[in-house]
C-alpha cells in the first residue's frame, strides 16, 4: 500500500463512520480521489464493507465518451497531399469527461460512467481526471483501446480535420448501465453524450423519467444524432449545434427566424429547455413556455484553441441551472466559461473555479 492508502485505512480504523466528505476534508484531497482510492483497497481486500460511508450529497453523473486527444497545430496554412510542418500536444478528453471535469472544478461531487481498454492511455485519463470525479465504475475492457480523437489545427486555432477512434463505446451498453442503476437512479442530475449507443441513450431517458432525474443530452455531431431518442419527454436540458438541430428537426436554419423556430420544434418534442448553439453568432435558447431568445457570443475572444469550448459552455450552463440561477443567468454563465476556454490552450481550462467564474461574470457585466 503506499501513504494515501495507509492514511485512509487509518482514518476508517479510528471511525468507521466518517463519510467520505469528512475523510477527504481531514486528508486534504479530493472527494473523488478518496473515493477512487476507497475503489483500490476494496479490491485488494483491505476493506471489506462499506458501513464507514454515510448519505452522501448527490452526485452529477456522466457517461459517454473518455479520450484521450491528440491536437496536430499547423505551422502554416494546410497543404493536401504533402506533409504539414506542425507540433503536437496530447491531453484527455471526450465530451462527458470534460463535462465531468469542468463540473469538477466547480465543486461539484461528479461521477464519470465509461468504458475503456485496460491500456496506457486509460491510465493517462484516470490520473489526470481523478482529482475533479470518481472513475471508480468505469468498466475497462481487455484487448480493446481507449477512445481516441486526433484533431489538426490551422495557425489560427480552427479545426482542418479530426479523427475519431471511437469503437469501444458499442460496449457502452445497457447491460453495463445497469449494474450501475442504482448510482444513476440516485443522481442529482444524468448527462449523458451520443458516444453511447441508442439503445443506452433510450435506456437512461427511460430510466430518468421512472426516478424524477433531471436528465442532460449532449449530441456529439450530426452522424450521431441518429441515437437520439424519438422524442424529448424528460429531458430537462437539450443542448446542440445548429447543424445537429437541422438533422433533428428535418428543419433548415438560415435566417435568425430559422434558428427561433428551430427551438421552439425542440421544445415541442418534450424538453424543458433547450439551446442551439452556433459559434461566433451566439446562441438561441428558450424554456418551455418561453420565447427564443438570442445571446451574442463574448466579444473580441483571442482563439488560441476551440476544442474544448462546447462542453465548457454546457458546463457553465449546467452549473448555473445546478445553484439555481435564472435561465439567462446559466446562459452567460455558459458563454463566458466557452470565451475563457477560447482564450486558453487546455480542452479544460485548469485555473476553472466556481468563485473565479463568478468573478469574471460580474466583470463582464
Request: with cysteine; hydrophobic share 40%; aromatic share 4%.
Amino acid at each position: 500500500m503506499n501513504e494515501k492508502e495507509r492514511a485512509v485505512l487509518d482514518l476508517i480504523r479510528a471511525n468507521p463512520y466518517l463519510s467520505q466528505q469528512e475523510m477527504a476534508d481531514t486528508l486534504q484531497i479530493s472527494r473523488p480521489s478518496l473515493a477512487n482510492i476507497i475503489s483500490g483497497l476494496i479490491r485488494q481486500g483491505k476493506i471489506t464493507g462499506r458501513a464507514y460511508i454515510l448519505p452522501e450529497e448527490k452526485e452529477i453523473i456522466c457517461i459517454g465518451g473518455a479520450n484521450i486527444d491528440r491536437k496536430f497545430h499547423l505551422n502554416e496554412q494546410t497543404q493536401l497531399g504533402t506533409s504539414n510542418p506542425a507540433s503536437m500536444t496530447v491531453s484527455v478528453g471526450g465530451v462527458a469527461r470534460n463535462i465531468a471535469e469542468n463540473l469538477g472544478r466547480l465543486d461539484h461531487h461528479v461521477r464519470l460512467l465509461t468504458v475503456a481498454g485496460n491500456d496506457s492511455d486509460w491510465d493517462v485519463i484516470a490520473r489526470e481526471s481523478s482529482s475533479h470525479m470518481d472513475v471508480s465504475d468505469v468498466g475497462q475492457l481487455i484487448g480493446k483501446s481507449t477512445g481516441s480523437y486526433s484533431a489538426v489545427l490551422d495557425p489560427e486555432g480552427e479545426l482542418v480535420i479530426a479523427m475519431a477512434n471511437m469503437e469501444i463505446y458499442d460496449f457502452l451498453a445497457p447491460a453495463y448501465l445497469e449494474e450501475k442503476s442504482r448510482i444513476i437512479s440516485n443522481a442529482a442530475m444524468v448527462i449523458i453524450d451520443l458516444n453511447c449507443p441508442k439503445e443506452s441513450v433510450d435506456y437512461i431517458k427511460n430510466l430518468a423519467i421512472q426516478k424524477g432525474n433531471p436528465l442532460v443530452i449532449i449530441p456529439v455531431s450530426s452522424p450521431k444524432m441518429n441515437r437520439m431518442p424519438s422524442d424529448l419527454k424528460g429531458v430537462t436540458w437539450f443542448i446542440c449545434n445548429q447543424d445537429e438541430a437541422e438533422t433533428y428537426t428535418g428543419l433548415s436554419i438560415n435566417t435568425e427566424a430559422d434558428w427561433k423556430k428551430a427551438v421552439h420544434e425542440l421544445l415541442s418534442f418534450g424538453a424543458e429547455n433547450v439551446v442551439v448553439t452556433a459559434g461566433s453568432r451566439g446562441i438561441m435558447a428558450a424554456p418551455a413556455g418561453g420565447e427564443a431568445i438570442h445571446f451574442p457570443a463574448v466579444e473580441n475572444v483571442h482563439v488560441e484553441d476551440v476544442t474544448g469550448a462546447g462542453d465548457a459552455f454546457v458546463s457553465g450552463l449546467l452549473h448555473g441551472h445546478l445553484i439555481g440561477e435564472p435561465f439567462e443567468e446559466n446562459v452567460r454563465m455558459g458563454l463566458l466559461n466557452a470565451a475563457k476556454t477560447l482564450e486558453c490552450s487546455y480542452t479544460v481550462r485548469p485555473d476553472l473555479t466556481r468563485h473565479l467564474l463568478k468573478k469574471e461574470l460580474e466583470e463582464l457585466q
